[in-house]
């Protein structure tokens, strides 16, 4: 159980186009979905913080207008890279808090490389 | 000062060794510590989760939390080729208790 998904897995778009990468609970109510940004050997450094139904809480530094999350129902949240740069090639993961589950208990997807050319 | 410090290795040991992970952190607010096993180019997979002071195993692993000394550990024991990854540290609770503030990680490599 508690399995998170992520499509697409990796996406290569040219500079100056829109990415949206889709984070999917598939057995389970996530009230709360996470996206963070992982560079090469680097750590997972959160971006924001999405409820359902509600706008995303940003961390400090991202941009939101450039970042888009969409928190639409309680098993899909959306990510979307507008404007992409080179700059914006990144592991960008999102995660799932369990509804009721364990105080911050979060279930990590696999991932999507995206590549900016 | 970052909030959790973690050594980013490498390390290698042999096959069968016990391995020692550790992670250092400065707020005292955190209630909650992880650690988490990822594999090249895949999400993070939660492999311990433990609530304040204490040990907690689980098989071969072992997590410690000292928080007079905000210091945690993991223990592998019989380390497998399979255990090769980078190990996460991670910690929440405070003000925002939800958010999750992640080591550095450490990337651990099992010699056979």
């Known amino acids: 159980g508690a399995v998170v998904s992520q499509h697409p897995s990796w996406v290569i778009c040219k500079s100056g186009t829109s990415v949206k990468i889709e984070c999917r609970s598939l057995?389970?109510?996530?009230?709360?979905m996470f996206w963070y940004r992982q560079f090469p050997k680097q750590s997972l450094m959160l971006m924001a913080t999405?409820?359902?139904?509600?706008?995303?809480?940003?961390e400090q530094g991202v941009e939101k207008d450039k970042f888009l999350i969409n928190h639409a129902s309680l098993t899909l949240s959306t990510l979307t890279v507008t404007s992409a740069h080179p700059e914006d090639s990144s592991f960008y993961i999102c995660?799932?808090?369990?509804?009721?589950?364990?105080?911050?208990?979060?279930?990590f997807g696999p991932g999507t490389r995206l590549t900016v050319l | 000062q970052k909030e959790v410090e973690q050594d980013p290795g490498p390390l290698s040991v042999p096959e069968g060794a016990i391995v020692s992970l550790n992670c250092t952190y400065s707020?005292?607010?955190?209630?909650?510590f992880m650690w988490y096993r990822q594999y090249s180019r895949k999400g993070p997979e939660l492999l311990m989760y433990?609530?304040?002071?204490g040990n907690k195993e689980d098989g071969r692993f072992t997590a410690q939390v000292d928080k007079s000394s905000k210091y945690i550990s993991l223990f592998i024991r019989d380390s497998q080729p399979s255990d090769s990854a980078t190990y996460l540290c991670?910690?929440?609770?405070?003000?925002?208790?939800?958010?999750?503030?992640f080591g550095s990680g450490t990337r651990l490599s099992i010699r056979p």
């Open positions: 995660s799932a808090g369990l509804a009721g589950g364990q105080n911050n208990e979060q279930f």
């Open positions: 057995d389970f109510q996530a009230t709360t």
């Open positions: 999405s409820n359902e139904g509600s706008k995303a809480t940003y």
């Open positions: 707020n005292s607010a955190f209630q909650y």
């Open positions: 433990t609530y304040s002071s």
């Open positions: 991670a910690m929440s609770g405070g003000s925002s208790a939800s958010k999750i503030i």
